[in-house]
């Protein structure tokens, strides 16, 4: 009697652990197709930003694309001033954005006479591409950019992003030779982190909910993602990124950012170099330290690039020459 009990209740529990699992497959590719298909903001006001970049700069915006690696058409605006230095900095906008979005920092860098090339991200705005990889396919884009931009600048080319586009930049410094300098503010330390952040923000429990229960699932979406699409998310390691590389990094960390914690930051600095810095920004939101630090942040941001106008090598190169 007592061991019929027990096969009962160890079907029941097979039964239910193998719902569990069935449920956490399908959660798992519900989320990594909205997790790669991100829905497409459109480039609205091209006419307002062309006509306060002549106004304000006396310069022309001018369109630009290259073909990614996987035949992707990447769109862009180019604007040299009028009194250009020779150096460039690439502004990455973040996740659901588009280049409209980073163009709020162009007057920064075109007051100090740097050229600027804004592009939108692949499957962002007038980008192709079908899915977004958070850095994967997109730091050979980044490299790409460089090397157009490099047929007209003498000078350093230098990345600044947000959020995703801060992630994004922090991974294209092993993609990317020559690179001067990069300014991040908010990036992820590593996409499996986010992804668990993620998971317990949409319901509403810790990251131990994440890492336990909801487990599962984030490795069924990674390996949906590796199968479906060919792209491995956890390789996106921005911290890793930055461990490797010589390029002077700043990080900007949001003190009060409650979309990506601010201990992702603390995260990358623990394996960052010695040429590496980190700001933290009291009363800053999510990409927010513009506005709360107003002048300063201009001057921090300015300062950065000033002060690091040597052209670093690649990882493997730094080795070869040592």
């Not at 860098?109 to 997109?138: C, K, M, W």
Request: proline residues 5%; positive net charge; hydrophobic residues 45%.
């Amino acid at each position: 009697m007592k061991a019929r009990i027990s096969r009962r209740i160890a079907r029941r529990l097979a039964a239910v652990f193998a719902f569990y699992l069935a449920a956490s497959f399908v959660v798992g590719v519900f989320l990594a197709e909205n997790t790669l298909r991100v829905p497409r903001r459109p480039v609205a006001q091209s006419d307002d930003f062309r006509a306060a970049v002549s106004r304000d700069f006396h310069a022309r915006v001018q369109d630009a694309q290259i073909e990614a690696r996987d035949g992707a058409v990447l769109k862009a605006w180019y604007v040299r001033p009028a009194s250009w230095n020779g150096s460039s900095v690439v502004l990455l906008h973040g996740l659901g954005d588009n280049r409209e979005g980073a163009a709020g920092f162009a007057p920064i860098f075109l007051g100090a006479n740097y050229a600027v090339l804004i592009p939108d991200s692949r499957a962002h705005g007038q980008s192709g591409g079908a899915i977004a990889t958070y850095g994967i396919l997109e730091r050979d884009d980044i490299r790409r950019w460089a090397d157009w931009l490099r047929q007209a600048s003498p000078g350093c080319v230098d990345l600044f992003g947000e959020s995703m586009g801060a992630a994004i930049a922090l991974q294209a410094m092993e993609a990317t030779p020559n690179l001067c300098a990069v300014v991040a503010e908010s990036p992820f330390a590593s996409f499996r982190e986010i992804a668990c952040d993620r998971l317990s923000q949409t319901a509403g429990f810790g990251l131990a909910f994440s890492r336990t229960i909801a487990r599962p699932s984030l490795e069924a979406a990674l390996l949906y993602a590796r199968l479906r699409y060919g792209v491995d998310l956890a390789a996106a390691q921005p911290q890793a990124s930055v461990a490797r590389s010589k390029v002077p990094v700043l990080l900007i960390s949001d003190a009060d950012d409650s979309n990506i914690a601010p201990r992702h930051q603390a995260r990358i600095m623990q394996t960052a170099g010695p040429q590496d810095r980190i700001w933290i920004v009291p009363g800053a939101e999510h990409t927010g330290a513009g506005r709360a630090a107003g002048e300063e942040f201009q001057r921090r941001v300015l300062d950065w690039f000033a002060k690091h106008t040597t052209p670093r090598p690649l990882p493997h190169e730094q080795r070869r020459d040592a």
